[in-house]
């Protein structure tokens, strides 16, 4: 029997996890391929429900943003999911957790950082929040976003301005001297309004990104 020895030949070219991710979709579609090349049977489709909260984080993951109403909102909602479950999630947590699946520390850094009209823009994935401090100081940060960070600096640096109003008319309308004032009354139509501007909100529809 003659053995013919070949030389060498190149690997086939081969599709993995290893090429980047541009967007949610291209994930998504890499994660299916991966787990199933021959697609789902359509009643085995997953579809994406309001009544579960990694849905929930998922789905707000994929929104331009949310206004302070709607991220209430969420958390009310994710709250009221785990009781019913019978593990609940406390709303500050709840907070945390959807600000979270827009980029962010916490609850506190996103609100401190919130755009106009309280709108409390999406970055998740091109980089998330730095402490606080860290943006205060604009420390550096490996790996660090620059245009984000810009972009939360200033919106950082406006509110400052604005909460520390909010502050101020919140101790006159704790000072019961000056419950019959103009000054108080004209701040507690401002706040009827704003928590009004909240209700408002709460209830807009989400909008998703183009890239998802």
């Known amino acids: 029997m003659e053995i013919t020895v070949l030389p060498p030949q190149p690997d086939e070219p081969q599709i993995t996890a290893r090429s980047a991710i541009q967007s949610l979709g291209q994930h998504a579609a890499g994660f ?42 969420f958390a009310w909602l994710i709250s009221k999911i785990s009781k019913e479950a019978g593990a609940k999630i406390p709303r500050r947590t709840s907070l945390d957790m959807v600000l979270k699946a827009l980029g962010y520390f916490s609850y ?12 409390i823009q999406n970055f998740w994935p091109q980089g998330s929040v730095m402490g606080l401090q860290s943006l205060e100081n604009q420390a550096p940060r490996k ?47 401002l706040k009827r309004q704003l928590a009004e501007k909240e209700r408002v909100d709460s209830r807009r529809p989400v909008e998703y990104r183009k890239d998802t």
């Open 143 to 189: 790996n660090a976003n620059q245009r984000v960070i810009n972009i939360l600096l200033y919106h950082y640096q406006r509110n400052q301005e604005m909460d520390r109003q909010f502050n101020r008319e919140a101790l006159i309308l704790k000072d019961t001297n000056l419950k019959n004032t103009r000054e108080y009354k004209r701040i507690k139509s």
């Open 108 to 119: 506190d850094v996103a609100y401190k950082c919130r755009g106009v009209d309280d709108f």
């Open 32 to 73: 299916m391929a991966a787990n199933n090349l021959h697609g789902w049977p359509e009643d085995q489709d997953y579809v994406l429900r309001y009544d579960r909260i990694g849905d929930i984080l998922l789905m707000l993951s994929a929104t331009t943003g949310l206004y302070v109403g709607q991220a209430k909102r």
